[in-house]
C-alpha cells in the first residue's frame, strides 16, 4: 500500500529524511552531472531530488501515483505536477530522456507494467535512476520511515525485473548505511557511515540505486495493442441484415 503524499513529505522535512535525501542524492548527481537540454521526469515521489537537477533541464515533471496523492511542485512558478495511473502516462513514445523512480516501484501493484510504461516514455538511450528499499537492509525492518513501507527488493529480483522490462544496469550502488535513527549523534556520522559501507561494501544498506539505460529494441506487446480503439461494432440484438418486425398493423395493411 501506498504511503500517503503527507507523510512522505513529513519525513523529507525531518533531519533523518534531510540526510537520507543527502546520501540518495549525491549518487544521482554523481551519475547525471550535466542534465542541461534534457527533458527529466520524476516517478512516485521524487521532488525531493528532482529540485537539485530542474535548473538546468529543459524541462522537468513530477508524477506521483493516484493511490498516494500529489502535492503542487516546484514551489515557485507554474506547478509541474500531476496525479496519474502510473502504468498509463499522460505522454507519448520517446519523449523523456531521464526518469527518476523515488518511491514507486515498493508499492506499484505491477511492477513490470510500472517499468514498461517507463521504458515506453524514455528515449533511445535514455536513462533512468531507481530507488527503492534493500530487502537485506535494516531500514525495511522499520516503518517509520518510507523505505520500510511496500515490498523491498534484492539486487537480484531488481536484475530479473529489469531485464524483463528492457532495461540494462549501467551503474549499481546502495545508501542509507547509517541506521534509521533520529539520534543527532548519528546523523552527524552518517557521512562516514556511507564512505566506509561504500568502500568496503557492507552488508545492510537501506536502498538500492541503480541506473539503467533504455535497450534499443523490443518486440511489440500486447499491451500496446490494447491501446489502440476498438473498432465500432453492430449492436448484438440487432445484427446486420435482420429484417425489422412487423406488427399487427403492418400485417393488417399487407394483407389488404
Given at each position: 500500500?501506498?504511503?500517503?503524499?503527507?507523510?512522505l513529505?513529513?519525513?523529507?522535512?525531518?533531519?533523518?529524511?534531510?540526510?537520507?535525501?543527502?546520501?540518495?542524492?549525491?549518487?544521482?548527481?554523481g551519475?547525471?552531472?550535466?542534465?542541461?537540454?534534457?527533458?527529466?521526469?520524476?516517478?512516485?515521489?521524487?521532488?525531493p531530488?528532482?529540485?537539485?537537477?530542474?535548473?538546468?533541464?529543459?524541462?522537468?515533471?513530477?508524477?506521483?501515483?493516484?493511490?498516494?496523492?500529489?502535492?503542487?511542485?516546484?514551489?515557485?512558478g507554474?506547478?509541474?505536477?500531476?496525479?496519474?495511473?502510473?502504468?498509463?502516462?499522460?505522454?507519448?513514445?520517446?519523449?523523456?530522456?531521464?526518469?527518476?523512480?523515488?518511491?514507486?516501484?515498493?508499492?506499484?501493484?505491477?511492477?513490470?507494467?510500472?517499468?514498461?510504461?517507463?521504458?515506453?516514455?524514455?528515449?533511445?538511450?535514455?536513462?533512468?535512476?531507481?530507488?527503492?528499499?534493500?530487502?537485506?537492509?535494516?531500514?525495511?525492518?522499520?516503518?517509520?520511515?518510507?523505505?520500510?513501507?511496500?515490498?523491498p527488493?534484492?539486487?537480484?529480483?531488481?536484475?530479473?525485473?529489469?531485464?524483463?522490462?528492457?532495461?540494462?544496469?549501467?551503474?549499481?550502488?546502495?545508501?542509507?548505511?547509517?541506521?534509521?535513527?533520529?539520534?543527532?549523534?548519528?546523523?552527524?556520522?552518517?557521512?562516514?557511515?556511507?564512505?566506509?559501507?561504500?568502500?568496503?561494501?557492507?552488508?545492510?544498506?537501506?536502498?538500492h540505486?541503480?541506473?539503467?539505460?533504455?535497450?534499443?529494441?523490443?518486440?511489440?506487446?500486447?499491451?500496446?495493442?490494447?491501446?489502440?480503439?476498438?473498432?465500432?461494432?453492430?449492436?448484438?440484438?440487432?445484427?446486420?441484415?435482420?429484417?425489422?418486425?412487423?406488427?399487427?398493423?403492418?400485417?393488417?395493411?399487407?394483407?389488404?
Amino acid at each position: 500500500m501506498a504511503l500517503d503524499v503527507v507523510d512522505l513529505r513529513g519525513f523529507y522535512s525531518t533531519p533523518l529524511g534531510q540526510t537520507a535525501r543527502g546520501a540518495i542524492a549525491r549518487l544521482a548527481q554523481g551519475w547525471w552531472d550535466n542534465c542541461a537540454g534534457l527533458s527529466l521526469m520524476g516517478v512516485g515521489y521524487a521532488t525531493p531530488y528532482l529540485d537539485a537537477f530542474r535548473p538546468a533541464a529543459l524541462r522537468a515533471l513530477a508524477f506521483m501515483p493516484a493511490e498516494q496523492g500529489v502535492v503542487n511542485w516546484p514551489a515557485d512558478g507554474a506547478s509541474a505536477s500531476a496525479l496519474i495511473e502510473t502504468t498509463l502516462l499522460p505522454l507519448p513514445d520517446s519523449c523523456i530522456d531521464r526518469v527518476l523512480v523515488v518511491h514507486a516501484l515498493e508499492t506499484a501493484e505491477h511492477p513490470g507494467a510500472l517499468l514498461e510504461e517507463i521504458w515506453r516514455v524514455l528515449t533511445p538511450g535514455g536513462r533512468m535512476i531507481l530507488v527503492c528499499p534493500n530487502r537485506s537492509g535494516v531500514w525495511a525492518r522499520f516503518d517509520t520511515t518510507p523505505f520500510g513501507h511496500g515490498q523491498p527488493w534484492s539486487r537480484r529480483q531488481l536484475r530479473d525485473l529489469m531485464r524483463q522490462s528492457l532495461f540494462s544496469p549501467a551503474n549499481w550502488a546502495e545508501a542509507l548505511y547509517f541506521p534509521p535513527f533520529s539520534s543527532r549523534t548519528l546523523l552527524r556520522a552518517a557521512q562516514a557511515f556511507e564512505t566506509i559501507g561504500a568502500k568496503l561494501s557492507l552488508p545492510g544498506a537501506g536502498a538500492h540505486v541503480v541506473e539503467a539505460t533504455k535497450q534499443l529494441y523490443r518486440p511489440v506487446g500486447a499491451r500496446r495493442l490494447a491501446r489502440r480503439a476498438l473498432p465500432g461494432l453492430p449492436p448484438v440484438l440487432a445484427p446486420a441484415g435482420a429484417t425489422t418486425f412487423a406488427g399487427p398493423s403492418a400485417k393488417k395493411e399487407t394483407n389488404a
